[in-house]
């Protein structure tokens, strides 16, 4: 198994950027699926973004596309969501998981393996 830690969250203003990263330790990330997922209070885990693990575009929900973007750099074993133009909505904890030969699915029960997750708190 992969073992995840998210880092770079923290609390900034409407409007404003950060960049939160996972690192993973265990195993390359070469051959997972990574995905970016965030939880409100009271709220379910929602789908953020994803990328297969053969690469390719990031898929994004809706409300993030245009803003957020999801890259990974597998010879550093970490993948980044880059957040722009960030809103009160988008306060959570935010999580990184991953999925042994996925395509990047949406749903949370699709991914094996977690990391601890990184708050992010917008100020309006």
């Known amino acids: 198994q992969v073992q995840l830690v998210e880092s770079g969250g923290g609390l900034v203003q409407a409007g404003g950027s950060l960049r939160v990263s996972c690192a993973a330790s265990?195993?390359?990330?070469?051959?997972?699926?990574m995905a970016w997922f965030r939880q409100a209070p009271g709220k379910e885990r929602e789908f953020v973004a994803a990328?297969?693990?053969?690469?390719?575009?990031?898929t994004y929900t809706d409300s993030v596309k245009g803003r957020f973007t999801m890259s990974r750099d597998n010879g550093e074993h970490t993948v980044y969501l880059q957040m722009n133009s960030l809103q009160p909505e988008d306060r959570a904890v935010y999580y990184c998981a991953a999925d042994f030969w996925g395509v990047g699915a949406r749903a949370p029960l699709d991914y094996a393996c977690w990391g601890p997750g990184t708050q992010v708190t917008v100020s309006s």
């Open positions: 990328i297969s693990w053969s690469g390719g575009t990031p």
């Open positions: 265990g195993r390359t990330l070469s051959r997972y699926a």
